[in-house]
Nanobody, 126 residues
Framework: QVQPVESGGGLVHAGGSLRLSCLASSHAFSTYTMGWFRRAPGKEREFVALIRYNGDVMYGDESLKGRFTVSRDNAKSMAFLQMNSLKPADTAVYYC???????????????????WGQGTQVTVSS
């Protein structure tokens, strides 16, 4: 079992940037798909992005492409979410999750993931 820990959230003005980090300490980290989800107030959990063990990436809503970039550092057992040109609509709690092998499904659904972090709050003011 892996216990991801997110960091890097905070308050930023619209148009600003934040970089979220996720530490998932495990000797097998390089085999995991790491996903990012978010939950805005009153809304359901939303898929943001994932990065597979081989570096393949996938993003959720089209509005995220070009603004958000997911990456990983296997040597440090960490995943990252770089968020640029932030909008008030990006305000949410952001969660990091690990999908341990064997993997099933596309990776876009929250129930595919095995372990979750506690989340980090991102607030974008207008």
């Amino acid at each position: 079992q892996v216990q991801p820990v997110e960091s890097g959230g905070g308050l930023v003005h619209a148009g600003g940037s934040l970089r979220l980090s996720c530490l998932a300490s495990s000797h097998a980290f390089s085999t995991y798909t790491m996903g990012w989800f978010r939950r805005a107030p009153g809304k359901e959990r939303e898929f943001v992005a994932l990065i597979r063990y081989n570096g393949d990436v996938m993003y959720g809503d089209e509005s995220l492409k070009g603004r958000f970039t997911v990456s990983r550092d296997n040597a440090k057992s960490m995943a990252f979410l770089q968020m640029n040109s932030l909008k008030p609509a990006d305000t949410a709690v952001y969660y990091c999750a690990a999908d341990l092998p064997p993997e099933y499904g596309s990776g876009r659904d929250w129930y595919e993931y095995d372990d979750w972090g506690q989340g980090t709050q991102v607030t974008v003011s207008s």
